[in-house]
């Protein structure tokens, strides 16, 4: 593995869409141990602005294998839209360069085997950047849930949802990763999985759409029911089409836990535990998850390690959502077929670091039209 001489990953950020600009790349200067060398976008005026703003290389997509090749970077960090992240997962890893691929890790079930198997074939580090496994509000909340504080769980219930705008790459058809539950209904799929530790059986969703422009081929609004062993339910609701909201819980037979703001990168989550009509409130500031998570990846690098939030985890989500998917289209349940993952998230994941510095935009603006 090739470093600078001070132990630091050097990165290239692949795709400088709004999420990238907006928290990625202000995100290395919270980091020790890794260094921002190169970025790779289609737009001139991006490359040229934002290299000099982060006083790095920035190149066009036809110099990506050159630039893998090149020895000059040891790792990347995907930021493309969602049916890019094979492609540009598996050339970086038959270069031998590692892997922080943001989520959903794919479109298919296929896509994400594909993945794994290419940085298992090449010896390279494969991570899926799920940030709440590094931030202290939810991994607490693991805690709190798993500790019987609340007694049995049995219920998990969500909504997350935003306006997104006519245009917006989110809005590309489902059959190329766009629409609600591949975008937003991740988050909650994560969080039932890893409040539970364990993986669902069946699933029921129903999805909808006013008929607005826009949504011709992703979906507007989508609720899911996930059947979990031991009889458990977890439901949640991803939307395009509403006001922001971002909220959890989970009903145990003591008590309930839920948190505000659950799936947020920038301000305080709320966490509420209720038992005997007794109400506590905590609020965690969200600080910068990005940071974490590159943090957490390039020690892997550093150390050998695996990553927790490897390619298998990518994957179990991605058959979720491909589930909810069919069973909307079919108005019929989908069975899942058994899964079986080995390494949960954890309270001794927690990474906190100091948000980053907010950046003026180029070219991007986030999802409801804002720049």
Known sequence: MTTNGKRKIRYAVIGLGWIAQETVLPAFAQTENSQLVALFSEDPIKREELGKQYGVKAYPYEEYDNCLRSGEIDA???????????????????????VLCEKPMAVTEQECEQMIRAAK???????????LHFDKANMEAVEIVNSGKIGESRIFNSVFSQQVEEGNVRLEPISNGGGTVYDMGVYCINAA??????????????????????????DEMTSAILRFPGERLASFTSS????????????????????????????????????????????????????AEIIYFSDCVLTG????????????????????YQ???THQPVQLGEFKRQHRPSAQQIIQRPEAQQTELVHAADPSGKS
Request: hydrophobic fraction near 35%; charged fraction near 20%; aromatic fraction near 10%.
């Open 76 to 98: 990347v960090y995907i930021a493309l839209p969602n049916h890019l992240h094979c492609d540009y997962t598996v050339r970086a890893a038959n270069a031998g360069v590692h």
């Open 121 to 131: 074939d090449n010896n390279v580090k494969l991570m899926i950047a799920y940030r």
């Open 193 to 218: 999985r890893y409040l539970f530790r364990d993986e669902p059986t069946e699933v029921f969703a129903y999805s909808s759409s006013k008929g607005e422009k826009g949504f011709d081929e992703a």
């Open 240 to 291: 395009f089409g509403v006001a922001p909201i971002s909220t959890l819980q989970v009903v145990g037979t003591k008590g309930n836990l839920q948190m505000e703001s659950a799936y947020s990168y920038a301000g305080e989550l709320k966490q509420q535990i209720t038992i005997n009509n007794e109400t506590q409130e905590q609020s965690y500031p969200a600080g910068s998850q990005f940071a």
């Open 305 to 324: 390690q695996d990553p927790e939030p490897s390619g298998e985890e990518g994957l179990a989500d991605v058959r979720i959502i491909r589930a909810i």
């Open 327 to 329: 069973s909307a289209q």
